[in-house]
């Protein structure tokens, strides 16, 4: 579960009210009673729906009906119902609205990715880097769990990922070995991936101790090629494709052998198309 903390509902919020809604205060709006309905244009995997009800409830509305993350939804499905006070209803209606449009966008497409690269192979992983769009993490990750994926990397805390980058400072993938058992030593229970350009460099990693190779851009049929080599040295060593992978390559490398393919393409998804209704509620 990726936890929204009440500070980010209310920084959602702010960020589209920091001074109140002249518009609606100026119409007087307060005091009248109205509804929203969110309902799906296309098919689509819901997301976000659970913050969205946070948002409602937070500006005093009554939430009527909801469905969950990862809900496939087909055209005129409903996402969300609420009622309330006019204005409470103006004031969220675009940041709840483009918030699950968005998220809603990048399940679809993971979701498309998972389907597409587990036809190849069942048993493959959809992966998504931390490359998402700046101060959006949570939401990202929320929508690549939703769709089937999971979080290749949540921050530089979590993971012990060595790129060449790193190996510049350490004496290249020829001390590579020694490098992987100083860092073992430290992290005993994290396991150790490293990132390979060439099929060369990979059987270094495979040499090495490492527990995954990360292969940057590789093409399927080189990957494939890498896959078998690596394995004969360390037939329990996960393989990763990475760089560039996308709905028109993903059932490909799954296909060549990769464990897990390791994308950002899924972050950059046209938002779900969602329709919003507000109607006034006439008492009697």
Request: charged content about 20%.
């Amino acid at each position: 579960m990726i936890y929204f903390t009440e500070n980010d509902i209310d920084r959602l919020i702010e960020d589209d009210v920091p001074a109140g809604d002249m518009t609606t205060t100026l119409l007087d709006l307060s005091g009248k009673k109205g509804s929203i309905s969110l309902t799906a244009r296309n098919e689509m995997i819901a997301c976000c729906t659970e913050e969205a009800v946070r948002l409602y409830k937070k500006v005093g509305l009554e939430v009527c009906y909801s469905v969950a993350s990862g809900t496939r939804l087909q055209t005129g499905d409903k996402l969300l119902e609420a009622r309330g006070d006019a204005s409470a209803i103006h004031l969220i209606w675009r940041t709840g609205g483009a918030m699950i449009e968005f998220a809603s966008g990048i399940a679809g497409r993971t979701r498309q990715l998972v389907s597409s690269a587990q036809a190849e192979n069942p048993s493959v992983s959809v992966a998504g880097t931390r490359k998402h769009p700046p101060f959006v993490k949570k939401i990202a990750l929320k929508a690549l769990v939703a769709g089937g994926g999971v979080p290749h990397r949540t921050g530089l805390s979590d993971t012990v990922l060595i790129f060449r980058e790193h190996l510049l400072f350490t004496g290249g993938y020829e001390e590579l070995p020694g490098v992987v058992r100083s860092v073992r030593q430290k992290q005993k229970e994290r396991k150790i991936v490293v990132e390979a350009h060439t099929i060369e460099e990979a059987v270094m990693v495979a040499n090495s101790g490492a527990d995954a190779i990360q292969l940057e851009k590789l093409s399927p049929e080189r990957f494939a090629e890498c896959a078998g080599q690596c394995r004969a040295i360390n037939p329990g060593i996960c393989m990763i494709a990475a760089g560039a992978i996308n709905g028109t390559n993903a059932a490909a490398y799954a296909k060549a052998g990769a464990d897990v393919l390791v994308t950002s393409w899924i972050y950059f998804a046209p938002p779900a198309d969602v329709k919003s209704e507000i109607l006034p509620i006439i008492l009697a």
